[in-house]
DNA sequence: CATGAATGAGCCTTCATTCAT
DNA sequence: TATGAATGAAGGCTCATTCAT
């Protein structure tokens, strides 16, 4: 039908759209305040002032909304981890260290802004088996990012030779879970940034002295 | 009958601590393969050919249980991160060194015998709110270990002057984190060798050229 | 449409009453036939032709719908003893026959009306010790009530002075729990007038021959 | 069997029957103090020491040794109401009314003894329909052998002629009741004798002054 | 005979989901 | 389209009863 060009979404589909995404804000506040069992689709509807069984005209069933929230929670990570880091590939170990270092901050700005985000990563994996799935191929997904990068520097030589870039990869993130995980009981900022140095400073020089 | 006093557990005693453990590792199985919530006390009990009615004499509810198996998994764990170090306090970054490779070796051991340890970690704080604070409560005590160790080599001089001790010691548990979750995936000894090399060799060497 | 603004309860509001009532109803019947604990809230809710969730939307549990039995059961009863002699204290003799006539008359007619009635009292004091309190609280209320009028006759002068009036209205109330307990084998009106009648002789003329 | 004859009770019979009543005893004791469904076979096993499993050698089930419970409360009581008023029957007005009088002492003192008595008796019916009945039937044998009495008095003359003796005997049965139903609340011998005082002026002169 | 471990029927209660209004 | 009343599957838990020791 040509009215629904691209361009022109209706006022009512607009309306839509906004109630759809106030039920998945509105769940995830839910499924932050008391857990995903805890949380009943009525909840979710009365905490947002709608009948409950106005949730099921868009949404399928209660998996199908923590879907959604999590989507929604791991996209906002992935977009800290990186869209500072999008405009072009480091060539030197200063251009790298300089982009570790924007990751780490908006790392620690986004946990430090909702600390809610890191709870529900934690969180989630009890939900069920694919949930849990969910949650390792996201942090698989950073690892590979991260693998590329490392695999890059060592192929441009500004990275140790003979790195296991691989191993290494899944060390990082670890790391970053460090920061999810105590930024779910530590959010504040400093905190973060200390950590965020920390992890730099262990990844270009290590724990010893500088040898 | 001539019993040798003390040690004697009457056979009917013995039963009763099998029958008990049996229902742990029951649960652990059902909790690990179908999560903590989908399981039944039914699933439990079943799978072990009792009657469900029995569970209840020996736990007194479903959150009785899982705490006995996450406190099992979390010893198990334990025993792992702190069994090889305790003989004495390292004192040369060689002997730290060694150490850590001896941790890295042991938690590389336990997770590739059983790799639905990890899962039960990963998927434990999902349970409820104070469970989460338990697995949280068990990093930070693993955390605070770590950062004893730093603090010492930090004191001892065979750490680098300046370590932020405390951050430090939160990235490092990460990459330990990391092993278990990759151990999740990839239960392979192999495959956590290789981890357990890169986070020594990131420890101690980071990730450019020696300097 | 033109509502008469206040009166006016929504169709929807009118069926809800009515099936909350309803439900009263049934367990009340289900209460009677096979008592309290025999009963499951099953059978209130099929009885009715109901789905057993549906009870839950309108009474909390199962304690809560026997308290609403057994306080409309109390309040039917409070009804007969009460009603007929509100009007006025009475102040003679013969007012205070005629009153207690009234009294044994509205009580004869309910308990003939519905046998359960009294069954109901009879065994609510066997649910739990509160119940037992409330049944016993009824007792007293009624008991207090009969104390105050015994003592407004001594007062006025046409009951006997020295009268142990509060003694006297235990024997009253317990003539009063007679009648229940007849009624709940012999409903028969004709019964409980005579027994009535037999109670008016014994409290105005003693069973002696009149002196 | 020759050894049988009564006289000779085994040492062994002799403890069957003690631990029997011990039994009987302790599920009184439980009964009474948290009623009959609130208490386990557990409970009361537990009270006397001994396992559960030997309450079966001794009652068949939970129903069995409620009813030898209630027989035995029903039979203490009906002692009371019977023992003293065995030796003859009253011929004039004046052996009646002391009958009635060693009736009420009677009463008063068990139910000031033991309070948990009338409780047992008001609790009983909520047990199940049967002990419902016989409840009921305990009070129906009182209330005809005190009808018995009355005709008798009617009979002799010492009672006014066309007395309802039917009637009357529920009127007189409802005012006992009333005794146990105010001896749980209030033991005190005081208020029993007061009250055993008041039903006898009531039923000898009637609550008005004497004609 | 005494014991208490084992059992499972049975019941209350929750809540995701449906559907008539 | 929004609503919320109705539903019943599902599951935790209790406890009377049995029976091997």
Known sequence: MMWTMS????????RKQELRQGIIDSAFECFAA????ATGIADIATRLGIGHG????????K????????????AKIIAALSADNAPEVPDTIADYRAQ???IGDALARILTDD????????EAPGIDPQMSAKILGFYDLARRLTERYLAHGVETGYLREGLDV???SHAIIGMIVATMLSAVQQPEAQHQRRLAAAIQSLMFEGITHEH
């Open 63 to 74: 998996r199908d909304i923590v879907e959604h929230v999590v989507d929604e929670v791991i």
């Open 54 to 61: 106005t949730f099921y005209r868009y949404f399928a069933n």
């Open 100 to 102: 570790v270092e924007r």
């Open 7 to 14: 361009a022109a979404p209706t006022l009512a589909e607009r």
């Open 115 to 122: 600390p809610r985000l890191p709870r529900m990563v934690l």
């Open 34 to 37: 008391q857990g995903y069992h």
């Open 166 to 168: 691989e191993a290494t």
